[in-house]
């Protein structure tokens, strides 16, 4: 399933073999509810585990951050390990900010 955007930002959910991948970029808000809510079910319908991909986010509003907070509560509540790559400090500092970046677990990958 692949839910993409035509606006300033999209999610994106890629079905891989080992991980569902959900990949977001640029603005992520409000706007964006729908393809979250797609992204969302596509990645919990799966017994894998899933990985969050934020590289390329820009911005990030409440919207945004209840979006991961809820992906990772509702995927730990089925069992799935659930992961936030490599957030840019947009990301980090807001979700630090309202108190969320110990519910969220962030790993780092090394730069290639």
Known sequence: MTVT???GGGIDLVRGSDASVVEMWGEIDAALRAEAGMALAGAL???LPV???ATRVEFID???V???VQLCALGRDEGLAVSLRNPPS???EVLHLVGCD???CSERLPAA
């Open 5 to 7: 955007s035509t606006r």
């Open 45 to 47: 319908e799966r017994d």
């Open 51 to 53: 990985v969050v991909d």
């Open 62 to 64: 409440s919207a945004g």
């Open 66 to 68: 209840a979006f991961l």
């Open 90 to 92: 947009v990301v980090s």
């Open 102 to 104: 110990s519910v969220i």
